[in-house]
């Protein structure tokens, strides 16, 4: 009975009554938790910096198709990946907790 929507710069939009109409939602503020990547494009060393309490974060790493290529821990403010054996192209960076998602798009030379 309940929908939820994501979009950019940590939006979530909620319906609770099942998709129907009138559809009502509500827009969740985001929880102080930022991403940023640098640099970008890279081609060896990924800079990823958040704000907030990044305690229990997860870093996944994933191509246009959706697959997994590389994973770490945030346990800090301030995180370095190395993506030097990763194929050039373009890769979708996602953080996640139990409270926030937040991702970015990188570009590897």
């Known amino acids: 009975n309940t929908g939820y929507v994501v979009g950019d710069n940590g939006i979530i939009l909620k319906t609770s009554n099942a998709g129907g109409f009138p559809v ?3 827009e ?5 938790v930022a991403l940023k990547i ?5 081609n060896s060393i990924l800079n990823i910096e958040t704000t907030g309490k990044p305690e229990q974060t997860a870093l996944t790493v994933m191509n246009l198709s959706g697959r997994v290529v590389l994973t770490s ?3 800090g403010p301030k995180t370095q990946l190395d993506i030097s054996k990763l194929s050039g192209g373009v ?13 970015g798009k990188i570009v590897n030379n």
Do not use: D, L
Request: glycine share 4%; net charge positive.
């Open 73 to 75: 821990r945030i346990t």
């Open 28 to 32: 969740s503020a985001s929880q102080g």
């Open 91 to 103: 890769y979708i960076v996602r953080m996640i907790n139990s409270i926030i998602e937040e991702k």
């Open 38 to 42: 640098f640099p970008n494009p890279a």
């Open 24 to 26: 009502s939602v509500t």
